[in-house]
């Protein structure tokens, strides 16, 4: 008897166990182990920028908190449930800009109620906004005048930069740099959709 309650006691126990790493692979690493990952990758791989494109799935967003240029405030809890592309920018990269209309189209085709859109550029709110007057843009948009990149995100890639993240906020693509024309707008689909068909 005491065999058969200690054997159901261990069985109950792996079972508790197995639970609390499928919890732990749901909430992911954190975002600074990733981002140690990421620095170690490009030290081992110094000749190939997108060996460390994939080092950061799998970590969880960092905590954040800001607001959009519009006034939106704006966190990583309040992004929790809902799939969400994410966005790193600047006015005067020529590949970041050429992706937009393929970033639109994928807008257009998934709307907002279960995906978030976001860009965070690398500009002042003035510069951002100036910017999106010749090129509508259907994301919702992070300045970067509180240094969030450098202080929250570290991105180590170069831009642009997209991240794309799961309802539990843990990144599960991630991917740099970019093409230029009508090439860009096609690239930018065949990495975002198959993985949007999956998540949503």
């Not at 907002?112 to 510069?127: D, L, P, Q």
């Not at 170069?158 to 991240?163: F, I």
């Amino acid at each position: 008897m005491k065999s058969f309650v200690l054997t159901i006691t261990v069985f109950f126990a792996l079972i508790g166990c197995k639970k609390r790493e499928n919890k732990n692979e749901e909430l992911g690493n954190s975002y600074e182990i990733g981002i140690q990952n990421c620095i170690k990758v490009k030290k081992d791989n110094p000749k190939d920028f997108f060996a460390t494109t994939n080092c950061l799935i799998g970590s969880r967003l960092p905590n954040f908190k800001t607001q959009t240029i519009d006034g939106k405030i704006i966190d990583d809890q309040m992004l929790k449930g809902k799939v969400c592309v994410i966005n790193f920018w600047f006015t005067t990269c020529r590949p970041c800009v050429a992706e937009i209309p393929g970033f639109n189209e994928i807008v257009k085709k998934y709307g907002t109620e279960k995906v978030n859109f976001i860009s965070v550029g690398r500009n002042k709110k003035t510069e951002i906004e100036k910017f999106l007057k010749k090129h509508p843009w259907d994301f919702s948009h992070i300045a970067n005048e509180d240094g969030i990149i450098e202080k929250k995100f570290k991105i180590q890639f170069g831009y642009p930069t997209t991240y794309i993240v799961n309802k539990n906020g843990v990144i599960i693509k991630s991917f740099s740099g970019g093409a230029i024309g009508e090439q860009a707008t096609n690239m930018i689909k065949e990495k975002i959709i198959p993985v949007l068909e999956k998540e949503i």
